[in-house]
């Protein structure tokens, strides 16, 4: 049973660029919570993706938040380019900056939610410093980089731990998870107390289109849901 009502964060990155648009808008006429784009640099992940360009265009297409998630080094930056693109929050990695903390009070100065991401390799305990700087945890469930691979189940564990710290240090702190999220891994996530999924295949994936997808998720983590 989950302990927390679970929201969906569908990632752009498995979309049809062809049909941007019209993706973003049904998955937030299927419920989705906020949209979720994956910057990627060639050097942090060994992978390119997208840029603020993208957002600026989303913007004015949907009225659901817009949340970055930069994999990149440095992001500082980035911070204001993508904040101007209209990023309601931006996740910034704790292993891609030497100055975590400053770049958490500038994205605050910007007038953006902040959030840390960790990856799989990363323990817990280095969040123990920032939570009380940040909106939201974001915990990697796959190495960061690409689409479509495998949940690892080590970071179950961990997404435990990270709840734990959460109601210690800064309760309305929401944890968020990225990376391999289906209808047979969102009951596990939601258990361990994630409260926020991102998942890009299985909603952009899914054979049957974009709302079968959402809802597939739903059913998964709310038996109930209809
Ligand atoms: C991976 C990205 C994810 C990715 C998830 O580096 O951060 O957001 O889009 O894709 P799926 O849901 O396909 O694992
Ligand atoms: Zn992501």
Redesign the pocket.
């Known amino acids: 049973m989950q302990k927390f009502p679970v929201k969906l964060a569908p990632?752009i990155?498995?979309a049809d660029f062809a049909r941007l648009g019209e993706q973003v808008t049904e998955a937030e006429q299927a419920g989705a919570d906020r949209i979720?784009v994956?910057v990627m640099d060639g050097h942090f992940?060994p992978n390119l993706s997208m840029g603020p360009v993208v957002v600026k265009s989303l913007r004015p297409v949907t009225r659901l938040p817009l949340e970055t998630?930069l994999?990149v080094f440095h992001p500082d930056a980035l911070l204001d380019e993508f904040a101007q693109a209209g990023s309601d929050s931006l996740l910034v990695h704790w292993e891609g900056n030497c100055n975590l903390h400053r770049t958490l009070q500038r994205i605050k100065s910007l007038g953006k939610r902040a959030g840390v991401v960790i990856n799989p390799a990363t323990p817990a305990d280095v969040l123990v410093e920032v939570l009380a700087d940040v909106d939201l945890i974001l915990v990697m469930t796959?190495n960061?980089?690409?689409?479509?691979?495998r949940f690892i189940d080590s970071t179950l564990p961990k997404i435990r731990r990270v709840r734990q710290l959460i109601e210690q240090i800064q309760p309305g702190c929401e944890l968020e998870v990225?990376?391999?999220?289906d209808p047979a891994t969102a009951p596990l996530v939601a258990e361990a107390g994630a409260n926020v999924l991102?998942?890009?295949?299985?909603i952009f994936g899914d054979p049957s289109g974009v709302a079968s997808g959402m809802k597939r998720l739903q059913q998964s983590v709310v038996p109930g849901h209809r």
């Open positions: 990632s990155l498995a979720h994956d992940v998630h994999m796959v960061p980089g690409f689409g479509h691979q990225d990376g391999g999220i991102v998942a890009g295949t299985s």
